[in-house]
T-cell receptor
Framework: EPEVTQTPSHQVTQMGQEVILRCVPISNHLYFYWYRQILGQKVEFLVSFYNNEISEKSEIFDDQFSVERPDGSNFTLKIRSTKLEDSAMYFC???????????????FGPGTRLTVL | GNSVTQMEGPVTLSEEAFLTINCTYTATGYPSLFWYVQYPGEGLQLLLKATKADDKGSNKGFEATYRKETTSFHLEKGSVQVSDSAVYFCALRPSGGGADGLTFGKGTHLIIQP
């Protein structure tokens, strides 16, 4: 069964460094998403991406974040200058189709645990 | 804004017990409602969903009914197994074509003892 994959599974970085989290969505899917979960807190929506542009973003997704689909298979989240509070589990997801119903099922990857020291 | 409230965990049950995990939501209109499950070391998997009032989602023996009048989507299973031990997340997606992001509850850790 097709699945969303994410690399690395765990990333440790120093405060102020740039990190790139990578995701390979399911191959025929058109919508891509990033979520994060700070330890002990809710899973929070960051951004959705369609047709090479941001479709929707939350208040959390400020100028230090960016997303990109650099080729036909990868979807990345970049954090330009990491802060301690960026430590969290980051989940990538994808969904097929364009209409509301087809976007309803989001398939999640296993997550990347980011630790900022 | 939109929000989802789940019962706090952990919830510990014996095998074959009846399970209920409460979920209530706040949203305008008619959001779509979801239950996701996360097994240790894995990502979030969609367990079931309902897209309109009085719809019942079901999968793997789990059920949840979309109750507009009580703004609830409680998860139930008649007889749980050890393999059901996981974290369960209730979530909503706002109605309206432009809304993409899911709003999640905090998750309920379910522990089933043999």
């Amino acid at each position: 069964e097709p699945e969303v994959t994410q690399t690395p599974s765990h990333q440790v970085t120093q405060m102020g460094q740039e990190v790139i989290l990578r995701c390979v969505p399911i191959s025929n899917h058109l919508y891509f998403y990033w979520y994060r979960q700070i330890l002990g807190q809710k899973v929070e929506f960051l951004v959705s991406f369609y047709n090479n542009e941001i479709s929707e973003k939350s208040e959390i997704f400020d100028d230090q974040f960016s997303v990109e689909r650099p080729d036909g298979s990868n979807f990345t989240l970049k954090i330009r200058s990491t802060k301690l509070e960026d430590s969290a589990m980051y989940f990538c997801a994808s969904s097929e189709g364009v209409g509301y119903t087809l976007r309803n099922t989001q398939y999640f990857g296993p997550g990347t645990r980011l630790t900022v020291l | 804004g939109n929000s989802v409230t789940q019962m706090e965990g952990p919830v510990t049950l014996s095998e074959e017990a009846f399970l209920t995990i409460n979920c209530t939501y706040t949203a305008t209109g008619y959001p779509s409602l979801f239950w996701y499950v996360q097994y240790p070391g894995e990502g979030l998997q969609l367990l079931l969903k309902a897209t309109k009032a009085d719809d019942k989602g079901s999968n793997k023996g789990f059920e949840a009914t979309y109750r507009k009048e009580t703004t609830s989507f409680h998860l139930e299973k008649g007889s749980v197994q050890v393999s059901d031990s996981a974290v369960y997340f209730c979530a909503l997606r706002p109605s309206g074509g432009g809304a993409d992001g899911l709003t999640f509850g905090k998750g309920t850790h379910l522990i089933i003892q043999p």
